[in-house]
Each structure stands twice: as structure tokens, then as C-alpha cells.
């Protein structure tokens, strides 16, 4: 499938919120760590992913994932 448009891609999009939709497999990798919130921002130029994280001492921690399609090479 060619992709007609970019920024965000349909594809971008998908995978964003595929990786939201993982946040608690995501969680079970992280240890020490609880996932508070996930920010999704599908309508950005290149979608994004945000989670808000608090780990064993209380100490706020952010990991952001950001999604990007390269051009096709067909």
C-alpha cells in the first residue's frame, strides 16, 4: 500500500495508538515503575506518545515516543 499522506500517516497514527493501547504489558517491563497517565497527541505532524511514570521513591519520570514514517522506497 502506498501511503497518499504523510504527517501524521495513517500508519502513524495506528502505532500510536497501538503503543497506548499497551500500557499495561509496557508497565511489566518497567520495573520500580507505575505508568500514572499516557498522552497520546495522534494530530501532531509526527504523532506522539507520552507516558507519566512514578517510580519507588516517588520520583516523577516522562518518556516520550515519538512516531515517524520514512518515505516510501518503492
Do not use: C
Amino acid at each position: 500500500m502506498k501511503t497518499a499522506q504523510y504527517n501524521p500517516s495513517q500508519l502513524e497514527v495506528n502505532f500510536a495508538r497501538a503503543i497506548e493501547d499497551l500500557q499495561d504489558q509496557i508497565e511489566k517491563h518497567l520495573p520500580n515503575n507505575q505508568v500514572i497517565k499516557v498522552e497520546n497527541r495522534i494530530a501532531e505532524d509526527n504523532p506522539l506518545v507520552k507516558f507519566y511514570l512514578l517510580d519507588n521513591d516517588g520520583d516523577p519520570h516522562e518518556l516520550v515516543i515519538k512516531v515517524i514514517q520514512t518515505p516510501d522506497k518503492f
